[in-house]
Every structure is written in C-alpha cells, then in structure tokens.
T-cell receptor, first 111, second 112 residues
Framework: GESVGLHLPTLSVQEGDNSIINCAYSNSASDYFIWYKQESGKGPQFIIDIRSNMDKRQGQRVTVLLNKTVKHLSLQIAATQPGDSAVYFCAGSTGANNLFFGTGTRLTVIP | DGGITQSPKYLFRKEGQNVTLSCEQNLNHDAMYWYRQDPGQGLRLIYYSQIVNDFQKGDIAEGYSVSREKKESFPLTVTSAQKNPTAFYLC???????????FGSGTQLSVL
C-alpha cells in the first residue's frame, strides 16, 4: 500500500538556526505533496505544496525540496523562531487519489 | 473573515448515542472532508464530498455518516456503531479535490 512518513518523531533546534524536517514516501507515482504545521489542540495549517514536476519551491522562510529518485522530500525553515514550535507533517497523493498523511515530527525551538 | 468553523470544540458521547459534529465553510470550496486524528497516527479519511448532494467513503467510514445538502455545510454523525469514537476530528475543504486542503480547528470527541 501507499505510505508517507517522517524520519524523526522529534527535532530540537536553537532559535535562529535553520530547521530541516524530512519525509519519505513509498509510491514512485506520487505526484503531489503538502506540508502542514499543527499546534497543540488546533487544526493543521497549510504551509506549502509541491508537484512532482518541480524539485524545489520556496515560500516565506520555508523551502520544500523534492527528490524523486530516492522518494524523499524535506521542509526547510530558515531562522527558526519560537513560534515555529509545532508538529509538522507531510501528505502525498497519486493522481486523483486521496491524500496519505505522515505521522509528524515535533519541532521544538530552544530560545 | 473566510474560513472553516467546526463546533463544538469538545463533545462527549454516552454509550449508544449518536452525536453530530458541525462543519461550515465560507470559502466557496466545492470539496469538503472529514478526517480522524489519533495520537501517533497520521490523519485518516472518513468521508469526503466533491459536490453538493454527493459524498464518498474514505478509509474508515464504518460507524460514521455524513450529508452535503448545502455547499457550505458538511456535518458528520458518529453513530453508536462506532465502537472507538474517542479522537480529534478535523474537517477540511479545498477548491480542487485532494489539493491544498484547509482545515478547521477540530472537535475533540470523548466517550463518557
């Protein structure tokens, strides 16, 4: 079956450093990916998405990199701030099929 | 102020009782979804709807029912047939199906 997961359940970074959160997927035909941020007790917040015809996409302080060869994507957060502390998870889909969601990485920013 | 509104934020269900979770959106999105979130697991799709008066089962539809009588509303009923209903329920909507979903703030359902 299709799966999308994350490499590490937790990640701690110093305030001001860059954060890299990783995600792997199993289906080489997956062609659409999304990153979400979820704070405790709240709904997920859309961060950025990317299609498989792209290798990189940038947003405000975030960059998503897609490596289709090894079926891996990453979310990079520049100059991490305390407000970035949350659970981050990726989701992917193949064609018009439903999204598969990963389990999440909890990012803790150390002041 | 556009967005997705879920209510209530907390809900308690007694044994054998059906409960309904509300989801309203004013984003004019065609597609709406219900997901269940359990600790340590990824979101799992319960039901989704691409258009008014139509909906499809997701991966874990058993024990749940939905309706889509209006574009703005997609209520979820957790029936007594759902034996393990305790979870955080999330409603979402999107312009295109399965792309760039926007989520509500969730409803925590617990069993008394």
């Amino acid at each position: 079956g299709e799966s999308v997961g994350l490499h590490l359940p937790t990640l701690s970074v110093q305030e001001g450093d860059n954060s890299i959160i990783n995600c792997a997927y199993s289906n080489s035909a997956s062609d659409y990916f999304i990153w979400y941020k979820q704070e405790s007790g709240k709904g997920p917040q859309f961060i950025i998405d990317i299609r498989s015809n792209m290798d990189k996409r940038q947003g405000q302080r975030v960059t998503v990199l897609l490596n289709k060869t090894v079926k891996h994507l990453s979310l990079q957060i520049a100059a991490t701030q305390p407000g970035d502390s949350a659970v981050y998870f990726c989701a992917g889909s193949t064609g018009a099929n439903n999204l598969f969601f990963g389990t999440g990485t909890r990012l803790t920013v150390i002041p | 102020d556009g967005g997705i509104t879920q209510s209530p934020k907390y809900l308690f269900r007694k044994e054998g009782q059906n409960v309904t979770l509300s989801c309203e959106q004013n984003l004019n999105h065609d597609a709406m979804y219900w997901y269940r979130q359990d600790p340590g697991q990824g979101l799992r799709l319960i039901y989704y709807s691409q258009i008014v008066n139509d909906f499809q089962k997701g991966d874990i539809a058993e024990g749940y029912s939905v309706s889509r009588e209006k574009k703005e509303s997609f209520p979820l009923t957790v029936t007594s047939a759902q034996k393990n209903p305790t979870a955080f329920y999330l409603c979402a909507s999107s312009i295109e199906t399965n792309e760039k979903l926007f989520f509500g703030s969730g409803t925590q359902l617990s069993v008394l």
